[in-house]
């Protein structure tokens, strides 16, 4: 007869109470070797089959989750872009510098346009004041003023002319109204300037406007 351990039957009893199977009665007798009817031998041997069991192990472990991979440095995305190309910016910050020199080299200025007003050219660009006086009361040149000029211009186009080819070319000779109060003026000196190449001609005949209403 061959007898099993008792470490054998602990194992089983301690196994079959895990199962639930109830493992607290008495061990069953040891089975013997030649005789015994079939039930009383069989018991022992599946006893022992289940002790010898190898306990289950753990499960298989969940999968973990794995973290997220760094992008590559050529792929990494890109910070917050204003939608400008970068070769465009450098043409934005100059357009203001542009834009002054622009107008610097072809606009239009106050000064270089010449005054809005008969009186400004009078005493200011053309000097006429210089030799009719500053209120066109008369100096070197004829008196202006009082309706002096209109006397020897009736016509406004006739000083107009007078003004823009000045009277070199008349030195000595009579000019104006034949019929003018008085008889004509004598272009003596012949100093009246040529203002047609220092004037335009709206300013011309802006200033002849001034000595004939203006003074």
């Known amino acids: 007869m061959t007898e ?5 039957l602990e194992r089983s009893r301690a196994r079959r109470a895990a199962l639930g199977l109830g493992g607290g ?21 599946s006893t022992a089959a289940a002790a010898a069991a190898p306990a289950p192990g753990p499960g298989p472990a969940a999968p973990s989750a794995r973290p997220p991979e760094a992008l590559p440095t050529y792929v990494a995305p890109a910070g917050p872009r204003s939608g400008i190309p970068v070769w465009m910016m ?8 542009w834009a002054i020199v622009y107008l610097g080299a072809f606009g239009e200025s106050s000064t270089a346009s010449g005054p809005a007003t008969g009186s400004e050219i009078f005493h200011t660009i053309a000097g ?3 030799c009719h006086g500053a ?3 008369g100096g070197v040149g004829p008196k202006l003023a009082g309706g002096e000029v209109s006397k020897t211009f009736p016509n406004e186009q006739d000083q107009i002319d007078f003004v823009t080819k000045g009277s070199a070319t008349i030195k000595g000779q009579p000019y104006g109204d034949p019929n003018r109060e008085g008889g004509q003026h004598i272009a003596k000196s012949g100093g009246m300037p040529t203002f047609g190449g220092q004037l335009t001609p709206e300013e011309i005949k802006i200033v002849v406007e001034y000595e004939r209403s203006g003074l």
């Open 4 to 8: 099993v351990p008792d470490y054998l």
């Open 25 to 45: 009665g008495e061990a069953p007798a040891p089975a013997t070797a030649g005789g015994g009817d079939e039930g009383s031998s069989s018991a022992p041997a």
């Open 90 to 97: 450098p043409v934005i910050l100059m357009l203001p510098l």
């Open 128 to 130: 006429c004041q210089n």
């Open 135 to 137: 209120s066109g009361e």
